[in-house]
Nanobody, 119 residues
Framework: QVQLVESGGGLVQTGGSLRLSCAAS?????????MGWYRQAPGKQRELVAR???????NYADSVTGRFTIFRDKNKNTVSLQMNNLNSEDTAVYYC????????????WGQGTLVTVSP
């Protein structure tokens, strides 16, 4: 089965940078359609941060455009998020998500990695 493991979260000061990575396993017999990052801050709903669409195009939340960059390896086994100029509003648990087709449609979430931006 497809499994996702996030890494790279931690504590950073305002204005600093972090790079999150998501390693996927069990994807050899499936077609990945979307790969992206979401986040959930305390008391708020989970929201899209950045995503690769099925055609390879990308979407970014307005709040991170120009600061965050999503990228992936050629084999689509890893999707990463470079986060620059972080601020307190970026504090959240960040989740990796992939969707695609194996025997049927599937959707998989990672366990999340915490990003805390201090003043």
């Amino acid at each position: 089965q497809v499994q996702l493991v996030e890494s790279g979260g931690g504590l950073v000061q305002t204005g600093g940078s972090l790079r999150l990575s998501c390693a996927a396993s069990g994807t050899d017999d499936c077609r990945i359609t979307t790969m992206g990052w979401y986040r959930q801050a305390p008391g708020k709903q989970r929201e899209l941060v950045a995503r690769f669409n099925g055609d390879g195009s990308t979407n970014y939340a307005d709040s991170v455009t120009g600061r965050f960059t999503i990228f992936r390896d050629k084999n689509k086994n890893t999707v990463s998020l470079q986060m620059n100029n972080l601020n307190s509003e970026d504090t959240a648990v960040y989740y990796c998500r992939m969707s695609g087709v194996a025997v049927g449609y599937f959707e998989r979430w990672g366990q999340g990695t915490l990003v805390t931006v201090s003043p």
